[in-house]
């Protein structure tokens, strides 16, 4: 046989012996991996179970089930404990292996005898392969109801039958088993205790309260005293309390006259022999004195905004959002538009007087101001922020293009010896925003106002609240529109001392506008930086930095008897160059931050700094809430931040305030969630649409009720002193 032929038959029993082993141990489809089935145990009750293959597993938070019969209506499932699992995406989580039972409640109206189910669950291999979520309809028949007895009685009833062979004693009926006693405590303040027979232990987390019939009065924030760690099959980790408990309940009155409240208390205990009571549910009937003073209900600073706008007069409104304007007028928001205008009126060269200055800088105050308050309205009654959706890249590329042109015809090149058919488009193309015409001011202003700076702050979150709410636009687009007007104050300031500082004619003149040529072209690739990746805009500054220098003589000899002047500029232009130069060493790298281009070569201790705060990021709706129950069980509030790489405040946020020291300290114990919101997807509104956002910066708490504390938000920038004293708020 001739060699060839023996090395390829070898070859082919080497393939073939892998693809067996290969075939041996690939990954079962899921419908055989997890086995799931659904059955009616009662008319009131069904059960789903799985069996799962060996080296696979269930995640418990990714279970959910559905009634698609609008007559039947299912109660919460009751999961049995599984084990504690890392997970990579999902950060600790509760698995389940081998087989699971879950029973649920069902409530049957109208005589409804089958049910339609959906059953959704997800799970993975132990080798590292998960699978999507998997979707199953089971039609199950329902038993015909049994004769109505009490749930109570027959339970006890069932454990008697058993005296003669497990027990001695008859379970007690729960109203001895947890005798509950509420008594008002003072004006302000109720007392609310349990007496837990011998052997019988109440759950902490299933107690809750709720006020009836009591019109102006609400319960405070209230704390259940910690309860001894219990591992229970039906609910995992909990904390249950045996013999006695008792606490106070602070009351929130808005009413001064003394009346009678309906106190309704919800809980659920267990026997120690093993045997559940279903949730129980008491009312006690209270008379509360006459309130010595009221409260004042606590609320954030867009809700406060939003109460002063239904109350507040027309003249008193527009005066309170102009203030509110010259506040936000000093945060990084406006500082962009600065240049930007500068270079309109630097445009108009030596033709430029005080008047004139000043009525540029009208136009284009006055069209950022009505864009604004278009816009806002259109956003608060249809829900969408506008201002986000052109953040396109395409949008953003554009208007960097135009922020180029600009600048390229402050440096003169225009007047290259280019092809005289490009020389008028170029020129044309810049011209008509920087002739000193009042439209070109006014369409520069109106697309800075979208494309520039769309942070929302708190002002503006509670003008668009009041509009949504009322839908009386004429006032709260009259007071968007002083707002924007605020805002633009050092821009009309700018625009009258403009006429004044500006030189009139000589080569002061060429250097001025080839410093703001400079400035609008690092406004150009600020803007880029939304869209491009960092290590392309390391290479921009980088650009931007060397080539001025070169024209400020960085790598010229200085004449004899230079003027002190000459040597400013060239000391500048060294120090462009330099940092310029070590940005694009620090491209190199494989670096992105412009703001350190070295990391990572361990030059300094600077690089072992402690780092900022780790946000987990999230994605959907779904996401959220999972995470929200999963930190409720582990007794951790939760803090959601909304981001977007094109919101100036939220880069400051990130920068400044959750860099400080003290900050990370007093947020250990959150858990630290972050929805970036900067693609604008179906999700991210849908995340923004539930909270009644429009759009970032928005910092959100959550409790350890999963409810969010709406009065804790924050909207906008904050400083470390002012974020501190929202969380201790909070608390």
């Keep these: 046989m001739p060699l060839f032929k023996i090395i390829f038959l070898c070859f082919l029993s080497v393939v073939s012996q892998s693809a067996f082993a290969l075939g041996a141990d690939e990954i079962l489809p899921p419908n055989q991996a997890f086995k799931v089935s659904a059955k009616a145990l009662a008319a009131d ?21 559905e009634s698609k019969t609008t007559q ?85 009833k069932g454990a008697q039958g058993l005296k003669t062979g497990l027990f001695e004693d008859a379970l007690l009926p729960p109203e001895q088993a947890f005798e509950f006693f509420a008594s008002v405590k003072d004006d302000r303040t109720l007392h609310v205790n349990w007496h837990i027979a011998d052997g019988y232990y109440l759950y902490r987390e299933k107690i809750q309260f709720e006020l009836i019939n009591a019109d102006g009065v609400k319960l405070g924030t209230y704390d259940v005293p910690r309860g001894a760690p219990k591992q229970d099959e039906a609910f995992g980790q909990v904390e249950t309390f045996h013999d006695k408990l008792d606490f106070d309940l602070p009351l929130i009155r808005s009413s001064q006259t003394a009346q009678n409240v309906t106190l309704q208390a919800k809980y659920q205990g267990c026997a ?142 225009y007047h290259l010896e280019l092809p005289k058919s490009l020389q008028v488009k170029l020129h044309n193309s810049s011209e008509i925003h920087r002739d000193g015409s009042l439209w070109g001011a006014a369409i520069m202003g109106a697309l800075s106002s979208l494309i520039v700076g769309p942070c929302v702050a708190a002002p503006l979150a509670g003008a668009l609240i009041f509009i949504g709410q009322t839908g009386d636009a004429v006032l709260g687009g009259s007071a968007l529109f002083a707002l924007g007007l605020g805002m633009g104050v050092p821009l009309l300031l700018l625009g009258a001392s403009a006429g004044k500082l500006l030189p009139k004619a000589g080569n002061w003149l060429n250097s001025t506008k080839a410093v703001f040529g400079v400035i609008m072209l690092a406004v150009a690739v600020w803007m880029l930086s939304r869209i491009l990746p960092g290590n392309v805009i390391m290479v921009l500054w980088a650009m931007l930095l060397i080539f001025p220098a070169i024209y400020l003589s960085a790598v010229d000899p200085l004449p004899e008897n230079s003027s002190g002047w000459r040597k400013l500029w060239k000391g500048l232009g060294l120090m462009m160059l330099s940092y310029g130069l070590l940005l694009l060493i620090g491209f190199s790298l494989g670096n992105s931050n412009p703001l350190k281009p070295l990391q990572g070569l361990g030059l300094s201790t600077a690089q072992a700094a402690e780092p900022g705060i780790n946000f987990e990021r999230i994605n959907s709706l779904a996401a959220l809430e999972a995470r929200i129950n999963q930190a409720a069980a582990n007794h951790q509030p939760v803090m959601l931040d909304f981001y977007a790489d094109w919101c100036i405040s939220c880069k400051e ?79």
Aim: glycine share 6%; hydrophobic share 45%; proline share 6%.
């Design 45 to 65: 009750q069904i059960e789903i179970s799985w069996d799962i293959a060996d080296g696979y597993y269930l995640y418990r938070n990714k279970m959910r089930f």
């Design 272 to 413: 120690d022999r093993g045997v559940c009571y279903p949730p129980m549910s008491k009312k006690i009937d209270l008379s509360l004195p006459v309130a010595q003073q009221l409260d004042v209900q606590e609320l954030s600073e867009q809700d406060q905004i939003v109460q002063s706008l239904h109350k507040d007069s027309f003249a008193v409104t527009l005066f309170s959002f102009f203030g509110f304007g010259l506040l936000l007028s000093l945060t990084p928001c406006i500082f962009p538009m600065i240049p930007i205008l500068s270079g309109i009126i630097v445009g108009h060269g030596n033709r430029i007087n005080t008047t004139r200055a000043f009525l540029l800088s009208l136009s284009y105050v006055v069209a950022s101001a009505l864009t604004y308050t278009v816009f806002g309205i259109l956003a608060a009654l249809f829900g969408s922020n506008l201002q986000a959706a052109f953040q396109e890249p395409w949008i953003i590329g554009l208007f960097s293009a135009i922020f180029v042109a600009l600048s390229l015809s402050m440096f003169g090149f």
């Design 653 to 731: 946020m990130e920068t400044y305030t959750f860099a400080d020291p003290r900050v990370k300290q007093a947020l250990k114990g959150y858990v630290l969630l972050q929805a970036d919101v900067t693609k604008n997807s179906d999700d991210d509104k849908a995340l923004l649409e539930k909270f009644s956002l429009i759009g970032p910066p928005a910092i959100l708490f959550f409790g350890l009720d999963r409810q969010e504390k709406t009065a804790n938000r924050v909207i906008g920038y904050q400083d470390v002193e002012t974020f501190l004293t929202s969380l201790q708020r909070g608390k």
């Design 72 to 156: 039947i209506q299912l109660g919460e499932p009751v999961f049995p404990a599984g084990q504690t699992h890392h997970d990579e995406n999902f950060g600790d989580v509760v698995i389940y292996r081998n087989t699971l039972n879950v029973p649920v409640a069902v409530t049957v109206e109208n005589g409804a005898s089958s049910l339609q189910l959906l059953v959704q669950y997800q799970g993975c291999a132990d080798r590292g392969i998960c699978y999507p979520p998997q979707k199953t309809t089971f039609d199950l028949k329902l038993p015909s109801p049994a004769a109505k007895t009490d749930p109570v009685k027959q339970l006890i």
